[in-house]
């Protein structure tokens, strides 16, 4: 694959540019970027990462190897009309934007190799996990050259299209979560006197040591969960409270509700 046009420069386009010029997937004079109209963006892009920024979208279009979509929901419809008239029939198109359909790609473009992504906003320093689906028109070649780009961002997990929707609310939206339980647990901290400083490293260094633990032991959480819990012990105390205010349910309501609002959003 050797250019590569992506219609969107905003924070997920960013993040796949700059992994894919840190790990020299594709050769920076070979990825071309276009917007909407903030030219200072495409400049900065071109700065910051020596990429090619364009307006001249027919020519682009024609050289491309693979087209990114990169623009926000309800831009995607106009950005498709724009680019129909100009994309060569058999060009894969690429779609980051959450809950737009393959098929509603295809009305515009026409049948097609076309794949969506959900990655996460961990993107930005290559450590996404991201979602990828495939049309039936999509070759092992291109399948191959895709998940190398993908993988300048983090680790890639094949799905069904459909099933992009349980990722978008595990993964895609995962990070908040978290972010979440880091908010929760530094507020609580903050009341024992200790200082910012050293309540965010206490809460960071321990979320990223359990992560990490989850990485490398190949033990589940419950085991690893019960290794830290003496009988009668502060572990047991707090997970206590946990159960009370039933945090396992809110969790389950959480997935349940996002991959719900992505089906809804998809459809409207
Ligand atoms: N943030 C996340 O966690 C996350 C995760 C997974 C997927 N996504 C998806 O990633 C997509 C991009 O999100 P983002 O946060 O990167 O968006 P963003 O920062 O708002 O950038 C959107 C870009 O699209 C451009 N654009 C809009 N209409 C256009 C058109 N007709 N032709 C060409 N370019 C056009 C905008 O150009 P101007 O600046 O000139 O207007 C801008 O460069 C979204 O669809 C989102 O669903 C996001």
């Given at each position: 694959?050797k ?6 420069a ?54 491309a ?15 498709l ?16 934007v ?14 097609r ?11 930005q ?11 039936a ?71 990223a ?17 019960k290794?830290?819990t ?39």
């Amino acid at each position: 694959m050797k250019n590569i046009l992506f219609i969107g420069a905003g924070s997920m386009a960013e993040a796949i540019i700059h992994g894919l010029t840190a790990q020299q997937v594709i050769d920076a004079a070979h990825i071309f970027v276009t917007n909407k109209s903030n030219e200072a963006k495409l400049t900065q892009l071109h700065e910051a990462y020596g990429i090619s920024a364009t307006y001249e979208l027919a020519d682009a279009l024609q050289q491309a190897d693979l087209v990114v979509l990169a623009m926000k929901p309800k831009d995607v419809k106009a950005a498709l009309e724009k680019i129909a008239a100009h994309i060569p029939a058999q060009t894969p198109v690429l779609s980051i934007v959450a809950g737009y359909a393959m098929a509603s790609i295809e009305a515009i473009l026409g049948a097609r190799p076309l794949a969506r992504i959900m990655p996460n906003t961990s993107a930005q320093i290559a450590l996404s996990t991201t979602g990828v689906a495939y049309n039936a028109a999509v070759n092992d070649g291109t399948k191959q050259a895709i998940t190398t780009l993908l993988q300048s961002i983090g680790t890639v997990i094949e799905v069904e299209e459909d099933q992009l929707h349980a990722v978008t609310a595990i993964s895609g939206s995962g990070p908040a979560y978290f972010y979440y339980v880091v908010e929760a647990m530094k507020e609580a901290g903050l009341t024992y006197g200790l200082d910012e400083q050293t309540v965010k490293q206490l809460v960071v260094e321990t979320m990223a040591g359990a992560s990490e633990m989850l990485k490398r032991v190949d033990e589940e959480p419950q085991l690893l969960r019960k290794k830290i819990t003496s009988p009668g012990g502060t572990t047991e105390a707090g997970v206590k409270a946990l159960e009370k205010f039933n945090v396992k349910e809110a969790f389950t309501t959480c997935i349940a509700d996002a991959e719900a609002k992505s089906r809804e959003l998809a459809n409207s």
